[in-house]
């Protein structure tokens, strides 16, 4: 567990120290989310229809920035041999290192978000289903996201492979995320949506990281 | 007790090495030699289980590392090219995150001491990336000497150091042999340490 807790620690560590990573992705989101109501005007009925969807393709894109670095650098400086050498097994320390990704990647969008939702005049209710389907959905997106970033290791070009590898599978997450929120506001209630999105991230945090090492021994070998 | 029967390695269509046998037993090291390209850091990491050997098998105190898995590489040490030293980081933050990583806690005051120890007094501080290729090189000589495990598996160890870390890493070695250690190690320098046995690949 201490293992665990140290890689967390130690990629918290390396995102402060490498700050325009996170702040890159950040400031991406924020950007593309607000250029839209700039471009399309004072609408608020248009703006509060599109809001849900613009909102989680700009999360879904802002989480594939920082990818391809989740363990290039690691695979890199040899960190990744001695991840494998460890006595805690592998799939741990990537549970843990998909943790800190989360953590620098998707909490902070999270957070974002209902002040960004203010811009398309969502409602309070709207704004918090909109977190609510963030806070199922992008820990999601970082799990699935640490299997695409394993497989393309060490791939030339692999960033664009990556992408299409990825955004495919990010497909169910952007339709019951922003289906969440627009099925909030015509009055449907988000909880068939919130309940999918929970569950696919059941079955994330359960076969992803066993994805993911095994992609990872295979780039290694 | 490191004994290794039949190994054999093919890289794509080539076959690098085969037949190859080896034995090390307590305060003994190894010398692996060849030319560049012979598959001496291949064998390396078919011992050291990062790859599997195409053929052959790898055994720790007469069971086979597959078996062990984590209890062998608990008694490890591989120490690879690329050193896994974060550059963000100080060498003291480096020390204290492998040895979590290794699985055990390794409290302040001994890491200062084993970074004294090898000439980084006053850098401990400092990010790994405003050393020089040496120094970060002495990093790692200090997470040698931090980290208890009875085999090391050494890939050229003495890259980049100066006569000075050259010494300190042979007597660094000649400790552990005498203390009933184990390495195995790859160099194009002659080591003038006991015990010790060529292999030619």
């Known amino acids: 567990m201490s293992a665990i807790i140290a890689i967390i620690r130690r990629d918290l560590l390396l995102a402060m120290r490498r700050k325009s990573e996170v702040l890159t992705a950040l400031f991406f989101f924020i950007i593309v989310v607000s250029l839209f109501p700039l471009g399309i005007g004072p609408e608020s009925a248009l703006l509060r229809k599109i809001a849900p969807g613009v909102i989680w393709v700009a999360a879904l894109l802002a989480t594939m920035l920082g990818l391809a670095r989740l363990f290039a650098p690691d695979h890199a400086d040899g960190t990744l041999e001695q991840m494998v050498l460890s006595p805690t097994p592998l799939g741990l320390l990537v549970t843990g290192k998909i943790v800190a990704h989360w953590i620098t990647t ?32 992008t820990p999601l997106l970082s799990l699935i996201g640490a299997i695409g970033a394993a497989l393309t290791l060490g791939v030339r070009g692999g960033g664009v492979l990556l992408s299409l590898l990825v955004l495919p599978l990010y497909v169910p997450a952007l339709i019951f995320g922003a289906g969440a929120v627009e099925s909030h506001i015509s009055g449907l209630g988000a909880g068939g949506h919130l309940s999918l999105l929970a569950a696919l991230l059941a079955l994330a945090v359960f076969f992803a990281p066993w994805a993911t090492t095994a992609a990872l021994r295979i780039a290694l070998e | ?38 598959g001496k850091t291949s064998l390396l ?53 492998a040895a979590q990583l290794d699985g055990f806690e390794l409290d302040e005051a001994t890491a200062l001491q084993a970074l004294v120890r090898f000439g980084l007094r006053g850098r401990e501080d400092l990010a790994v990336r405003f050393l020089s290729a040496g120094q970060k090189r002495r990093v790692l000589l200090a997470r040698l000497a931090v980290r208890k495990a009875a085999l090391w598996i050494l890939d050229e160890p003495f890259t980049a150091l100066d ?16 203390a009933g250690g184990m390495a195995i190690l790859t160099s194009h320098q002659s080591m003038p340490l006991p015990n010790g046995r060529v292999l030619k690949i």
């Open chain 1, 106 to 137: 998707g909490l902070p969008l999270v957070l974002l978000a209902p002040v960004l939702g203010i811009q398309f005049d969502l409602d309070t209710g709207a704004l918090g289903i909109l977190v609510l389907a963030l806070l199922l959905g």
């Open chain 2, 1 to 38: 007790m490191l004994t290794a029967t039949g190994l054999s390695c093919v890289r794509g269509e080539r076959r690098l090495f085969a037949g190859l046998d080896l034995a090390v037993g307590p305060g003994e090291w190894l010398h692996v030699q060849g030319e560049n390209g012979a």
């Open chain 2, 45 to 97: 990491r078919i011992l050291a289980t990062l790859s599997p050997p195409a053929e052959g098998e790898v055994r720790w105190q007469g069971e086979p590392v597959e078996v062990l898995a984590e209890d062998y590489r608990r008694a490890m040490l591989f120490l690879g090219h690329h050193g896994a030293v974060k550059e963000e980081l100080t060498p003291l933050e480096n020390l204290t995150l």
């Open chain 2, 163 to 178: 006569v000075k870390a050259v010494a300190m890493l042979s007597g660094l070695i000649e400790e552990h042999l005498a």
